[in-house]
Nanobody, 124 residues
Framework: QVQLVESGGGLVQAGGSLRLSCAAS????????MGWFRQAPGKEREFVAA????????HYADSVKGRFVISRDNAKNTVYLQMNSLEPEDTAVYFC?????????????????WGQGTQVTVSS
């Protein structure tokens, strides 16, 4: 059974940083692209960042480019999201997800497995 467990969320002031982690189990981690999505209250889930399953290619939403960095450690079956220069608009529940050979990294429907989410709150 596949499990994705996020951690690292919390409350931070604007301009601060947080590092999210997502530990995966029950799958061959290196065979999956890993992504981060977020959902703010009253809004649809949106793509944040993704790391390809091969080639070390990263993808970012325009809203987080230059501020967020996604990375993965296949030896630890873990994907990370380093979030810097946080803004109140980044407040949301952040989900990690795993996709087997996706065509579109920013399409939530490409992802097969999801974590339960971790809350990130940025105060102004």
């Amino acid at each position: 059974q596949v499990q994705l467990v996020e951690s690292g969320g919390g409350l931070v002031q604007a301009g601060g940083s947080l590092r999210l982690s997502c530990a995966a189990s029950g799958l061959t981690f290196s065979d999956y692209a890993m992504g981060w999505f977020r959902q703010a209250p009253g809004k649809e889930r949106e793509f944040v960042a993704a790391f390809s399953w091969i080639g070390g290619i990263t993808h970012y939403a325009d809203s987080v480019k230059g501020r967020f960095v996604i990375s993965r450690d296949n030896a630890k079956n873990t994907v990370y999201l380093q979030m810097n220069s946080l803004e109140p608009e980044d407040t949301a529940v952040y989900f990690c997800a795993a996709a087997g050979y996706p065509d579109d990294y920013d399409d939530a429907y490409e992802y097969d497995h999801w974590g339960q989410g971790t809350q990130v709150t940025v105060s102004s």
